[in-house]
């Protein structure tokens, strides 16, 4: 079965700090994709990024940065030097081969404070 | 492209009623699903489709039905609301083939049952 904990519920920081967004994983394929995806307060859904099992080269993007282990099942999340506008819950996702839809963590709420 | 479109953006209900949910994409995507999100749970799988005509439950399909007549809509129908369905539903997309496993969310619906 597919599983995916995100144990920080929610996370408070001010601006310019750097914060790191945990997520685990659990599944049984060895082929698999995970996810971030973010919601601001609009209450949309917007794709981060997507990294494959069998790609686990960390990505910078901007201010973000991604970094996938396979060996502790983890897919964490960083944000460097924070902005309000980062305030949002962000949500890791897993999905595999074998089913249709993503498998959710219940998010993390990051608040950015000035 | 206007991307996901879901419609209305909130609606009232009131126990009892029924009323269909509306979702349209004009990327061309096969793949289409509904998702549930409830505080606190991240988001679950309603019910999705993989192309015109074929569909199929999802982790929590009960007291909702979907149909899948053309590619680009794909509604989602209650059929007695209860306040247990009082929720944001959101609509996905996604390709078949190498870049299936990125789903592209709607701004989504906010539902309140009374």
């Not at chain 1, 949500?91 to 709420?109: E, I, N, V, W």
């Not at chain 2, 909702?64 to 509604?75: A, H, I, L, M, Q």
Request: some cysteine.
């Amino acid at each position: 079965a597919q599983k995916v904990t995100q144990a920080q519920t929610e996370i408070s920081v001010v601006e310019k700090e750097d914060v790191t967004l945990d997520c685990v994983y659990e599944t049984r394929d060895t082929t698999y994709y995970l996810f971030w995806y973010k919601q601001p307060p609009s209450g949309e859904l917007v794709f981060l990024i997507r990294r494959n099992s069998f790609d686990e080269q960390n990505e910078i993007s901007g201010r973000y940065s991604w970094n996938f282990q396979k060996s502790t099942s983890s897919f964490n999340f960083t944000i460097t030097a924070s902005q309000v506008v980062d305030s949002a819950v962000y949500f890791c996702a897993l999905k595999d081969t074998g089913r249709r839809a993503l498998t959710f963590g219940s998010g993390t709420r990051l608040q950015v404070q000035p | 492209n206007a991307g996901v479109t879901q419609t209305p953006k909130f609606q009232v209900l009131k126990t009892g009623q029924s009323m269909t949910l509306q979702c349209a994409q004009d990327m061309n995507h096969e793949y289409m699903s509904w998702y549930r999100q409830d505080p606190g749970m991240g988001l679950r799988l309603i019910h999705y489709s993989v192309g015109a005509g074929i569909t199929d439950q999802g982790e929590v399909p009960n007291g909702y039905n979907v149909s899948r007549s053309t590619t680009e809509d794909f509604p989602l129908r209650l059929l007695s609301a209860a306040p247990s369905q009082t929720s944001v539903y959101f609509c996905a997309s996604s390709y078949r083939g190498q870049r299936q496993e990125t789903q592209y969310f709607g701004p989504g619906t906010r539902l309140l049952v009374l």
